[in-house]
Every structure is written in structure tokens, then in C-alpha cells.
């Protein structure tokens, strides 16, 4: 025999052997069924979450930044506020940069 007529043997399964091909996509369509429930679906709950909560703020509000800047909000714009900090200074922030936790905690501290 040569080397070419062994190949062919060795693709073949063997008795008792199934292909697994079949399983294979099988177990790979569980895991991703698996990390989808586990990891990615929460994740997106709560930056809709967090999305909302920043819509919500409105003028009076306190909040605290994800830089750890505390501050009470003076005005609201498309993408930024304005914040009253203490000692009169106002600063201009993204949205995006408010924590929606820390901000939760210093509100029901105050209440």
C-alpha cells in the first residue's frame, strides 16, 4: 500500500465510530444559546436600563459622575449637562458619564 491509498482509511469512520459533525454544531448552538442568557441579554437590560435613567434626569437633579464628580444638574442638553458644583463652578458633561448606581446612592443618602 502507499501512502495515498492510507489517507482515504484514516478520513473513513470507524466501526462503532459516528461522524459527529452533526453533534458537534449541536453542542457548539447550545453554548452560544448558554452565553447568551448568561451574559449577554443582562448586559443589554442594563444598558437599557442605564439609558433610561439617564434620559429621565432633568434640571434639580444630583447625581455623580462615573469620575466620581458630584454635582447637581443646571441644565440639560441633546448629549451633555451642565452641572452646579461646589464653590459656584459649573462643568459641561457627556451624558454617557453619569453613573446611574453612584447617583442612586447619593440620592437615597440624602432622602
Known amino acids: ?26 453542542m457548539l448552538g447550545l453554548m452560544f444559546v448558554v452565553m447568551y442568557f448568561f451574559m449577554i441579554r443582562p448586559q443589554a ?33 441633546d448629549t451633555t449637562f451642565i452641572l452646579d458644583i461646589e464653590g459656584g463652578g459649573k462643568l459641561k458633561i457627556d451624558k454617557s458619564a453619569v453613573s446611574m448606581e453612584a447617583s442612586a446612592l447619593l440620592n437615597n443618602e440624602k432622602s
Do not use: N
Open 45 to 77: 437590560k442594563r444598558a437599557k436600563k442605564q439609558q433610561q435613567y439617564r434620559e429621565e434626569l432633568k434640571k434639580g437633579d444630583k447625581i455623580v459622575t462615573t469620575g466620581g464628580i458630584h454635582g447637581k444638574i443646571a441644565e440639560v442638553r
Open 1 to 26: 500500500m502507499t501512502k495515498m491509498d492510507i489517507f482515504p482509511l484514516m478520513m473513513t469512520p470507524q466501526e462503532g465510530q459516528s461522524g459527529g459533525g452533526s453533534g458537534f454544531f449541536i
